[in-house]
C-alpha cells in the first residue's frame, strides 16, 4: 500500500436506512393485502355478494364496469379468476360456468349476473384480439409487388383526387395528397400497412371531412390578403402540413393509446361485445377531425412545430380517456355515435 494512503472500511450502518425501508414496505405491502382480503370477507358476509357481482350489479355496462371485473379477476388469488382476462371467446361461456361454480352462485337466480360476465369478457378478449390484429398490420411492410398494396394505394389516390389522374405509379403528384416524395411506399415504413389502412378508412368513409382537412393542408401559412381581409371572408385559418404524413402519424398515436390499454376506455364504451379493427378506424377518423381543430386552434408557427403541438394533443386526449365515462367517437355517417360523456 502506497505511503500516506488510508483506506477507511464503508460502515454496514450506512446501508441499514435502505433495508430498513425495504423491510417496511414489505410489511405495508403484506398488511393491506391481508386487510383487503379481510375486508373483502366481510363485505360478502354482510351482503351476501361476491366482489364480481358487487361490481357487475352497481355500476352500468360500459368501461366503468368491465375495467373494474378486468382488475378484479387479474388480482384474485384464484388461477381460474386470473386466466378468465385471457380466454378465447368460444370459451368465455364455459369460463362464466366456472366462476359461478366456484363462487357458489346458482345462474338460475342470477341470470343478469351471467349476462354481464359475458360482455365484460367478449370486450376483454376483444381487445386483446385487436391489439393483436393492429400489430400484424403495422408490422407488415408494404409491397409495391403485392397487387392488392397497389390497388389500395391507388384508391387512396382517387377518393382524395377524383378528378386529376395520376400521371404514374412514381410521380411528383403524390405530394398533392401530403406525401414526402414520389414513391409513397417509403413513408409507410413506421406504421406498415396500418397507415395505408387507416388513410383509406378515413377517405372512403369521411370523405367530406378527409377531402377539407386535405384541401386545408395544401393551403400556405401565411396568407397574401391582409388580417382584415382574411377575417371579413371569415376564411378558415390555412393549415399548412402533410395530409398523409400526418395521417401516418396520427395512426402512431392511435397506436400508442391501444397498446397502452388508455384506449379501453373509449372501446368498451363503444363496442358492446368485442371491440374490432373498424372501431380502431372510427377513431382515427376522430382522432384526425379533432388533430385538424387543434392545430388551428394552437396556430404554430410552422410544420417545425409538429412534434410539440402532436404530443400537447396526445395529453388532452390521454386526460380525456382518463374518465371511465368518456367515448371517443368519430362524427361521421359510418357511426350513429357522438363525443360523449356516456
Given at each position: 500500500m ?39 370477507f366481510?363485505?360478502?358476509k ?22 373494474k ?18 380466454v ?45 390484429e ?30 386529376s389522374?395520376?400521371s ?32 383509406l ?11 377539407q ?10 396568407s ?17 402540413y ?9 395512426t ?6 391501444l ?20 372501431n380502431?378506424?372510427?377513431?382515427f377518423?376522430?382522432l ?8 388551428i ?7 417545425m412545430?409538429?412534434?410539440r ?7 388532452r ?8 365515462d ?5 362524427h ?11
Open positions: 502506497p505511503m500516506g494512503r488510508r483506506v477507511y472500511p464503508v460502515s454496514s450502518n450506512s446501508q441499514q436506512p435502505d433495508s430498513n425501508r425495504v423491510l417496511t414496505q414489505l410489511l405495508v405491502f403484506l398488511y393491506c393485502k391481508c386487510l383487503w382480503r379481510g375486508l373483502k366481510v363485505i360478502r354482510v351482503t351476501g355478494r361476491c366482489e364480481l357481482q358487487r361490481i357487475c350489479y352497481n355500476n352500468k355496462p360500459g368501461a366503468r364496469r368491465t375495467l371485473i378486468e382488475s378484479s379477476l387479474k388480482c384474485s388469488k384464484h388461477e381460474l379468476l386470473q386466466s378468465a382476462v385471457s378465447h371467446p368460444d370459451s368465455v361461456e364455459k369460463t362464466i360456468d366456472d366462476i359461478m361454480s366456484l363462487k357458489k352462485i346458482n345462474l338460475d337466480t342470477n341470470p343478469q349476473l351471467g349476462i354481464s360476465l359475458q360482455a365484460c369478457l367478449l370486450q376483454i378478449a376483444g381487445y386483446r384480439n385487436l391489439v393483436v393492429v400489430e400484424k398490420l403495422r408490422r407488415e411492410p408494404y409491397d409495391c409487388e403485392n397487387p392488392a398494396h397497389e390497388e389500395m394505394l391507388m384508391k387512396l389516390w382517387k377518393e382524395l383526387r377524383p378528378d389522374p395520376l404514374g405509379r412514381i410521380s411528383k403528384q403524390w405530394c398533392e395528397i401530403g406525401f414526402q416524395g414520389n414513391d409513397p411506399k417509403t413513408d409507410f415504413r413506421g406504421m406498415g400497412l396500418l397507415g395505408l389502412h387507416n388513410l378508412y378515413f377517405a372512403e368513409h369521411d370523405k367530406a371531412t378527409a377531402l382537412v386535405l384541401h386545408d393542408s395544401l393551403q400556405p401559412k401565411h397574401k390578403m391582409s388580417k382584415a381581409e382574411w377575417d371579413k371572408k371569415k376564411f378558415d385559418k390555412a393549415i399548412g402533410s395530409f398523409a404524413i400526418v395521417g401516418i402519424n396520427i402512431d398515436l392511435a397506436y400508442s393509446l397498446v397502452s390499454g388508455a384506449l379501453k376506455t373509449h372501446l368498451y364504451n363503444v363496442a358492446p361485445e368485442m371491440p374490432s379493427l373498424v380502431f378506424q372510427q377513431t377518423c376522430y384526425m377531425q379533432e388533430f385538424h381543430r387543434f392545430w386552434e394552437e396556430d404554430p408557427c410552422d410544420i412545430e409538429f412534434n403541438v402532436r404530443t400537447k394533443f396526445y395529453k386526449v390521454l386526460k380525456q380517456l382518463k374518465n371511465p368518456m367515448a371517443l367517437c368519430p361521421f355517417t359510418a357511426s350513429d355515435l357522438h363525443l360523449v360523456n356516456l
